[in-house]
């Protein structure tokens, strides 16, 4: 797996993401996709794809917000078919590499009481 970080790298996986989080409003909350594109442009977008293979797959993504000396994460997907592989802790990985670098001091992440459907996993 590949974690791709800078936007020429993430554009080809935009609109995936975009429809990841769309069909997944109940458990990620909703973002309008010129959101998306303004984190990637900013480089607070992670896309997770497999290394092998012909196609271009987006594996799952990781969607950010960096505030010195804190980040906050706002979204993690994993596809279904990638699940149970070690993809979440790839991009989590990655993410605290790169902030720990940049001296961070804390990420934040948490999954809104609204959420059902993630607060069950």
Known sequence: MEVLERYGDILPFLEQV??????HREALGFLPKSL??????SGDLYVLSPVD????????YLLFQRRFPRASV???FVAPEFRRMG??????DRLISVLTQAGFLSIYARVGEDLSEANQC
């Open 74 to 76: 706002l979204q993690m």
């Open 87 to 92: 993809c979440a802790k790839i991009l989590c």
């Open 53 to 60: 293979g012909p196609e271009q797959v987006c594996a799952g």
């Open 18 to 23: 975009v429809a990841y989080a769309d069909s």
């Open 36 to 41: 998306f594109q303004e984190f990637a442009r």
